[in-house]
């Protein structure tokens, strides 16, 4: 496997092309892949495969994930999430509930708070990279159709909607719980208070209960909801404005 370039997530996404010039900004839908799969050597060294769009529109059309859709702060984790497939549309259909309840003046910090509620993991950084532009492309898709105006990257809601994906969307390796540097896997629970956000960061592994660590099926299927979180964080953050979310700073 060729090895990956540093500087390849500053290349795989520009955001000066996808910021059109057109004065009217229209909803896109979610982009899709035609291949399953990128090579032979990655399925047989990683099991790397990728769900089809189709069957990820079927699978979040279940009723219970719809209703979870349509609540700004319901969380949902991707624990293999590839190229973001999941990712991309749970944040698609969270947006568009976001745009029926707002005006221009909550709708950014909707937005957020429906960002901060999608989790994902990814072993392979190529993959992690495109999921992360990913996720920013369609913030600003929406954004732009909403206020009919160009996102500035400047702008402190540009500055938060792409850190928040940058600590939400993180490299793992789910069955080892830990990073390629050895570490354990880290997620952070953003928690709403009034208008602003205090970070809390947590584990991975504590998801799961004493009964479950030493249980790989525990860990396993491509969309997971979690709600509680055990205590112990290593990690607390001063609560902050949610739209400069980006300069938070650790107690």
């Known amino acids: 496997m060729a090895p990956i370039e540093k500087d390849i997530e500053t290349t795989l996404f ?5 910021i059109t010039q057109s004065k009217k900004y229209e909803l896109q839908d979610t982009t899709e892949s035609s291949e399953l799969i990128k090579s032979k ?16 529109k079927k699978m979040i059309a279940e009723p219970s994930i719809q209703e979870k ?39 950014q910090s909707n937005a957020l708070w429906a960002l901060m509620s999608i989790y994902g993991i990814e072993l392979l950084q190529d993959n992690l ?15 732009q159709a909403f206020m009919q105006k160009e996102l500035g990257k400047k702008t402190n809601f540009y500055k938060s909607a792409k850190y928040v994906i ?24 953003w928690w709403p208070e009034d208008k602003r956000v205090r970070r809390e ?18 860990e396993l299927g491509q969309l997971s909801l979690f709600d509680d979180l055990v205590e112990n964080k290593p990690k607390e953050y001063s609560t902050c404005d949610v739209m400069k979310v980006y300069k938070e700073e650790i107690k």
């Open 129 to 143: 990279f495109r999921a992360r532009s990913a996720m920013l492309e369609i913030v600003i898709n929406h954004y």
């Open 69 to 107: 859709l349509h609540d700004l702060h319901a969380t949902f984790l991707e624990p293999s999430a590839g190229e973001g497939a999941f990712l991309k549309e749970i944040l698609h259909q969270k947006l568009n509930f976001v745009s029926s309840i707002s005006n221009k003046s909550t709708w």
């Open 201 to 218: 960061v947590f584990t991975y592994k504590s998801l799961f209960n004493n009964s479950d660590k030493n249980d790989r099926t525990a």
């Open 14 to 18: 520009n955001e000066s092309e996808y």
């Open 166 to 189: 940058k600590t939400n969307i993180v490299q793992g390796d789910t069955l080892k719980y830990t990073t390629n540097d050895g570490n354990l896997i880290e997620l952070s629970h």
């Open 41 to 56: 050597v990655r399925v047989q060294h990683h099991g790397e495969v990728f769900t089809p769009k189709w069957m990820v």
